[in-house]
C-alpha cells in the first residue's frame, strides 16, 4: 500500500481557481493508476477524475470535465488537480486515491488506498 496526503483545499468565489496536490510515498508500481474522489455535503463520495502513473491517460467525470486538469510528477510523487471555474456545487470534501488493478475505475471500492481529505468550499 502507499500513503496519500492531499493539500491546496480552502475557499474560493465562483469562478476562481485552486489546485490540489497529492503526495505519495511508500512502494509505488508503474502500474497504478491515482484518482480524485469527492463527498458533498449529505452525499455520497464521488469519482472526479483519473491518470494512470506511467502512461498518463486521463478521464473525468461529466461534470468536471473542460473545468478540471488531472496530472502528476513522477519525479516528485505528486499528483494535481487543477480546478477551474469553480461552482458552488464543487463544493465537498476532495479524497486522493489510489489503486494498481484496474487501468480505468471510476468505483470508490475499486480504490485501497485513500488519503485524509481536503475541503474545497466555493462561495456563490
Do not use: H
Not at 502500474?31 to 455520497?44: L, N
Not at 505528486?78 to 469553480?86: F, G
Not at 456545487?89 to 487501468?103: I, L, M, R
Amino acid at each position: 500500500q502507499v500513503q496519500l496526503v492531499e493539500s491546496g483545499g480552502g475557499l474560493v468565489q465562483a469562478g476562481g481557481s485552486l489546485r490540489l496536490s497529492c503526495t505519495v510515498s511508500g512502494r509505488i508500481f508503474s502500474s497504478y493508476t491515482m484518482a480524485w474522489f469527492r463527498q458533498p455535503p449529505g452525499k455520497e463520495r464521488e469519482f472526479v477524475a483519473s491518470i494512470s502513473w506511467s502512461l498518463g491517460n486521463t478521464y473525468y467525470a461529466d461534470s468536471v470535465k473542460g473545468r478540471f486538469t488531472i496530472s502528476r510528477d513522477n519525479a516528485k510523487n505528486t499528483v494535481y488537480l487543477l480546478m477551474n471555474s469553480l461552482k458552488p456545487e464543487d463544493t465537498a470534501v476532495y479524497y486522493c486515491a489510489a489503486q494498481f488493478q484496474f487501468a480505468r475505475a471510476t468505483l470508490r471500492a475499486q480504490y485501497d488506498s485513500w488519503g485524509q481529505g481536503a475541503q474545497v468550499s466555493v462561495s456563490s
